[in-house]
C-alpha cells in the first residue's frame, strides 16, 4: 500500500493572517517500508515576516524564505 504524508509549516499560528511557508510530501511504500518520492518546497511571499516563534519550532527564517522560496503556483 502506498501512503502519502503532508506536512506544511506556516509563517505563524493565526490560520486568518499567516501564509504557508514551506510545503512537503512523501510517498510512502508500506510494504518496502521506504519512501517512493519526496518533495518540499519554501514559499516565497513578498513582504512576509516569518514570527521568531515559527524560526524556533521550524528553523525557517524570513530570509530562507526570500532567498529559497519558490511562488506557491510553482509548488502546488
Known amino acids: ?5 503532508l506536512d506544511l509549516e506556516t509563517s505563524g499560528l493565526n490560520p486568518k493572517t499567516d501564509k ?3 510545503i ?5 511504500c508500506t510494504a518496502s517500508h521506504r519512501p517512493i518520492q519526496v518533495y518540499s518546497d519554501l514559499i516565497a511571499w513578498p513582504d512576509l515576516t516569518v514570527s521568531e516563534e515559527v ?3 521550524t528553523g525557517i527564517t524570513t530570509e530562507d524564505t526570500a532567498k529559497f522560496g519558490v511562488d506557491i503556483k510553482l509548488a502546488l
Open 24 to 28: 512537503g510530501v512523501v510517498l510512502w
Open 20 to 22: 504557508i511557508i514551506e
Open 1 to 5: 500500500m502506498l501512503v502519502l504524508g
Open 55 to 57: 524560526t524556533q519550532i
